[in-house]
């Protein structure tokens, strides 16, 4: 009997049984999960099919007897019951191990929050007397969980027979329904019962709609996408308006569309910490795999035969920058085609910018280059040799939306980007080596958005930033001097965009080196912000210039920016906020009548050096303040917010206080997330730190 009838038994659907067939063929490594759960699974529900009349065990001859025949059916059922047995019971040891190696996960990162926040106030111990036990108690647990993930490790659950029946007989119920068709792209067709949900889901989007969805292709498998990632690529592509005919954001006009996708089942929001909004979301495998059907109908993107994206804009005018065993894409980019028919370029996952200058400049049509990172987390590594190729962005004059997020190695915005006269979006997030920003900022009339949270090398802002009429949200505005080395110049106050009458959204850097004095100053002018709606304060010590630092410290400094940040943080000194240490026209101002931003719904204070709050802040106006997020520093008291819905308080070791009296400050509190505030007693938190009250 040959090979080749053991191993193609007749499948009651040929179709599905030549795709797994297509997919061990391959010569892909079969992950242990996928091996488990489909293959198996699969194989022991048509063993049936087997031919009878095969000794499997012994491999005798045809001329064998009815018993024997019996016998060698009934020794491969044995076989593989015990094999299914086997991996039930390698699968439940090491969701027992994941489960243990998890906690500890959380526990070592709880301990090293900690320990790291110690270093944001200079102490003359290594830990302050009323923390020590907290800290104690952590390390204990630490251990405890150590020993027992060790003994699991060493003794691994063991599982009674009736155990693994049953749970085989489960195993066997859950994956017997499974549609192999659903299981990639290469089995999914348009008569799929996915595909057909998903293409009337589609067609029944709007105009405006439909190309916003098709964007979701380019992501991975699983991938959880931050909201505003889409949202600004969809500005950037003249898909929704910043300000609609009816005067609406676009955030406000894109979370219609999320909300609308969600209801259709083709989107999930991620709720982090079970917080009443969802600022990222996912979708389900079979709907991603339709999505690519779509979009590559569509001729929105170019896809390869497993459904990942490319850099090929042969078929589209837009392009992808994929890492792939291959190699770099940006080496593969077309050199014979024109790369003036680019429209869009989204950097799923190339880690290493290297553009050949005079290709990356010839893209003059381009609208949309996402090169920087989209992913939340800054493992995500992205990095440039040489940032050269950025002077080709002055031909780039129908640029909307660029972003460069999380992109180590540029040290220096080039001036070539105040020619992007339609430039609306501008995403400088966690460019860690980002020193400066060029003094003609201020030509981006068009400018919306200009993110420069996280760019802790960046000593000032330059004045041209009052010029930008239109500027929506500002992240990473420095309260800072010009280096020596920067001869001086006059850096842009925070009274100067006191005139950006759109500006609604503003995060502010304090540098600990500016004096107090001139620091209230500034802050005081907040008071005539009268548009603002969210604004976030931040007082650390700005960093100094690397003296020198060669390219693989570079890349060790990106992998670890939060850790960086907390460990550089400097001694919180007082801020001396009474009128004698105000200058007069300080005085004048806070002497006056409540004022402040009057529309701020939303306040993030992070690292605030003081123990009480100051009076430039109490004289505000906060009766449409919802959000209120407090993280370090020494504050030991709370201003009543009569309508704050969400309070969220991170590493506050001076903040004393029980539940009753938390409550009445903020009557209207329906979620409440703590954490590391050793003095607040009697909070309804669970163990995660979080509180909320359902609604009716």
């Not at 009997?1 to 063929?25: E, I, K």
Request: net charge positive; proline share 5%.
């Amino acid at each position: 009997m040959s090979t080749q009838v053991l191993f193609t038994p007749s499948f009651q659907s040929p179709d599905r049984s030549l795709a797994l067939l297509s997919y061990l063929n391959s010569g892909q490594v079969t992950p242990f999960q996928f091996f488990n759960e489909v293959i198996m699974p699969t194989f022991v529900c048509h063993a049936k099919h087997f031919p009878t009349d095969i000794d499997y065990v012994n491999h005798k001859s045809s001329s064998t007897t009815n018993s024997e025949e019996d016998s060698s059916s009934c020794n491969l059922q044995t076989i593989l019951q015990k094999i299914q047995s086997d991996l039930i019971y390698i699968k439940k040891a090491y969701g027992r191990l994941k489960q243990w190696e998890d906690h500890l996960n959380r526990a070592i990162k709880d301990l090293a929050l900690q320990s790291l926040h110690g270093a944001s106030n200079e102490r003359t111990e290594t830990l302050e007397n009323s923390s020590r036990p907290n800290f104690l108690h952590k390390l204990n647990e630490t251990l405890r969980i150590t020993s027992r993930l060790k003994e699991l490790l060493s003794h691994p659950p063991r599982l009674s027979s009736e155990s693994l029946k049953s749970m085989a007989r489960a195993e066997f119920n859950l994956h017997h329904s499974l549609e192999l068709q659903d299981l990639n792209l290469q089995n999914m067709t348009e008569e799929s019962s996915a595909f057909k949900e998903t293409k009337n889901a589609y067609d029944g989007l709007s105009d405006e709609e439909k190309p916003c969805f098709l964007c979701f292709s380019v992501f991975p498998e699983n991938a959880v996408i931050k909201k505003k990632v889409l949202v600004h690529w969809w500005v950037g592509e003249g898909f929704i308006d910043t300000l609609g005919a009816e005067g609406k954001t676009a955030e406000e006009t894109a979370n219609k569309f999320f909300e609308k996708f969600t209801e259709k089942g083709l989107i999930k929001p991620e709720y982090k910490k079970r917080r009443p909004s969802a600022d990222s979301c996912t979708m389900d495998p079979a709907t991603r795999y339709a999505v690519i059907m779509l979009a590559k109908w569509y001729s929105f993107f170019d896809f390869d035969v497993d459904g990942n994206p490319t850099e090929d804009f042969t078929r589209s005018k837009r392009s992808c920058l994929v890492k792939t065993e291959e190699g770099s894409s940006i080496l593969k980019l077309p050199c014979h085609f024109k790369q003036e028919e680019v429209q869009c370029m989204i950097n799923v996952n190339e880690p290493n910018l290297d553009f050949r200058p005079d290709w990356f400049s010839k893209m003059k049509k381009v609208k949309v280059l996402q090169l920087g990172r989209w992913q939340s987390s800054a493992k995500h590594l992205i990095q440039v040799e040489d940032s050269k190729f950025l002077k080709g962005l002055k031909n780039m004059r129908d640029l909307r939306y660029l972003s460069l997020r999380g992109v180590s190695g540029i040290s220096e915005l080039p001036a070539a980007v105040c020619k992007l006269s339609n430039l609306m979006i501008l995403n400088l997030n966690g460019c860690l080596h980002l020193e400066k920003i060029p003094q003609g900022i201020g030509s981006l009339k068009n400018l919306t958005h200009l993110d420069m949270y996280e760019c802790y090398l960046m000593s000032h802002m330059p004045k041209g930033l009052a010029l930008l009429s239109k500027l929506q949200v500002l992240k990473g505005f420095v309260i800072g001097e010009p280096r020596a080395a920067e001869g001086g110049r006059q850096p842009c106050k925070l009274a100067d965009l006191s005139s950006l009458q759109n500006l609604t959204k503003l995060s502010i850097h304090v540098d600990k080196n500016k004096k107090s004095d001139a620091v209230e100053r500034e802050l005081i002018s907040l008071a005539d912000f009268k548009k603002l709606g969210s604004l976030s304060i931040s007082w650390s010590r700005l960093y100094e210039q690397p003296k020198s630092t060669s390219l693989p410290k570079l890349i060790k400094l990106v992998s670890r920016p939060k850790l960086i940040k907390l460990a550089s943080l400097p001694k919180l000194k007082s801020i001396k906020s009474s009128p004698s240490s105000m200058p007069p026209v300080s005085r004048s101002k806070a002497s006056g009548s409540p004022s402040g931003p009057d529309l701020l719904k939303k306040l993030n204070l992070h690292y605030f050096p003081d123990s009480k709050i100051p009076d430039w802040l109490m004289q505000w106006k906060l009766g449409k303040l919802e959000k209120l997020h407090i993280r370090g520093g020494k504050l030991s008291d709370l201003r009543r917010g009569e309508n704050v819905e969400v309070l969220r308080l991170k590493f506050l070791e001076e903040l004393q206080m029980d539940w009753p009296s938390l409550h009445k400050l903020f009557p209207k509190l329906n979620y409440l997330e703590i954490f590391d505030c050793p003095n607040l007693s009697s909070m309804p938190c669970d163990n995660e730190g979080v509180w909320y009250q359902t609604k009716d």
